[in-house]
């Protein structure tokens, strides 16, 4: 297949040198969980991560972890989560280290990139994803989510995260590519989930050895490849037919192949290579379906477990919307379904963690940060710490009054990040969740059993599923 060359600007892979790390005492670093000599905590890196990152964040608002060959600055506080993320963004970026498995999948786009290209493609992505152009997609929202509601049978036992998947998948394939087969859609979504599994693992190997395991034609390899050659396979497909066809269409992929670049030498370079397009299409599909599924779910186990909560959603959705479905002209008629949400993103930000490189020295928090460490920012942490949230373990939509959200630190809520990397997506991912979560909503509710238990992937995943039994509304 011929594909367009990449335009002449700066590549991820350029930008991203990571610096060697800087030889400091134990005893001249913040304090931290005791560590293995050696190997610090990478046993802990690999089968208990969070449970790592709770107990550094007890060591104060910056603390340290060693995995090594890389140490990691734990940072744990509003002001300085804010400094990481804004105030000092051009000395901090995404290490080749801990991006290079993202970048297997996601190549040069928005989520692995990083600099002044990543600068240049966001300036050029992000107006299409202003208000006006993403309530394009309300439409779509609500049919699909009401397509499930109807698929759904009283008393079955179903995955909520898998059918939160489903869903999210169908309303992203529709978006982003104009999509609607079934089975298109269902292959899209194994072959992401098999690439999801495959770039965790390899992150939390050692460099040496995820590179030396990624070259070898072992299972999981050879799964990884086969599963990104079924994506790429589709996406060049519909690349070439968007070219062929002019590229008109209200999808993002046509959007992708329409932006221009201000600065090109020529009209026929002024576009993006099909190959950027790709790694684009890539990053904003697996963003955009993994992170308002994870949220759905976790928003039925919730209101499952406080039925105070659930009835007044309940009672909201039958005085609000009786016996349609939720259009985005409902949104701003339904506080407790904002409210929901907003909570649930608290207790269970999708993107848990937020890893940087320091490329410069910085100061934080009194602490001197050379060049060649990782600092890390943590929503799942800094969202439930109980000096920002009373209670910070209980779910409680109640609390989120426009008082609280005044008075809130900007950045002890996050659940999207902040900066120049804060998700792109964001403004289609809160309309997606509360419009699906209230058509839904209206004709059932789910009971969880089991306690959900949170496993730490690229975005937070449930460990074993989430079953759930449906009952139908009387």
């Not at 992708?256 to 684009?280: H, I, K």
């Amino acid at each position: 297949m011929q594909r367009r060359p990449r335009q002449s600007v700066t590549t991820n892979t350029e930008l991203l040198q990571d610096p060697p790390r800087p030889s400091i005492p134990r005893t001249e670093l913040p304090p931290g969980p005791s560590e293995l000599p050696l190997v610090g905590q990478a046993f802990r890196l690999r089968f208990d991560l969070i449970g790592l990152l709770q107990e550094a964040a007890t060591y104060g608002d910056v603390s340290t972890v060693s995995v090594n060959p890389i140490l990691i600055y734990l940072v744990n506080h509003p002001e300085l989560n804010q400094q990481i993320l804004v105030t000092d963004h051009q000395k901090t970026g995404r290490g080749a280290t801990a991006f290079e498995t993202v970048r297997w999948m996601m190549g040069d786009g928005l989520v692995a990139s990083t600099g002044a290209f990543h600068l240049k493609q966001r300036r050029m992505i992000q107006p299409r994803f202003h208000r006006r152009y993403i309530e394009h997609y309300a439409g779509a929202m609500t049919e699909i989510s009401s397509r499930k509601s109807r698929q759904w049978q009283d008393g079955a036992r179903v995955d909520m995260e898998q059918e939160m998947r489903e869903l999210t998948l169908q309303i992203v394939a529709k978006a982003l590519f104009d999509i609607e087969t079934s089975d298109v859609v269902r292959r899209v979504g194994e072959s992401f989930a098999e690439t999801d599994r495959y770039m965790y693992l390899r992150l939390t190997q050692p460099p040496f050895l995820r590179r030396f395991l990624h070259g070898l034609p072992i299972p999981s390899t050879r799964r990884f490849k086969a599963a990104r050659a079924h994506l790429d396979e589709l996406i060049y497909g519909l690349i070439r037919e968007r070219r062929q066809s002019g590229a008109e269409g209200d999808d993002l992929l046509c959007m992708l192949l329409q932006v221009r670049y201000e600065d090109a030498e020529s009209e026929e370079d002024s576009g993006m290579s099909d190959e950027l397009v790709r790694d684009e299409a890539v990053s904003l599909y697996i963003a955009g379906h993994d992170t308002t599924a994870t949220t759905l779910a976790y928003a039925f186990y919730l209101l499952s477990r406080n039925p105070e909560v659930e009835k007044r959603f309940h009672a909201e959705l039958d005085d609000v919307l009786g016996d349609r479905d939720a259009t985005l002209d409902d949104l701003p008629n339904l506080p407790l379904t904002d409210r929901i949400v907003t909570e649930t993103l608290r207790l269970y930000p999708p993107f848990w963690a937020l890893g940087r490189m320091v490329f410069e020295p910085i100061e934080l928090g009194g602490c001197h940060i050379p060049p060649g460490v990782a600092v890390m920012v943590a929503p799942l942490i800094t969202q439930r710490d109980p000096r920002w949230f009373e209670d910070p373990l209980e779910f409680r939509p109640e609390r989120w009054t426009d008082e609280f959200r005044s008075e809130l630190p900007r950045f002890a809520y996050f659940p999207f990040g902040g900066g120049p990397h804060q998700c792109i997506g964001e403004g289609f991912a809160w309309m997606e969740a509360k419009i699906a979560l209230a058509t839904l909503c209206r004709r059932w509710r789910a009971d969880a059993r089991g306690k959900a238990e949170i496993v730490p992937r690229i975005t937070i995943k449930v460990k074993g599923g989430m079953p759930m039994t449906l009952e139908r509304r009387r």
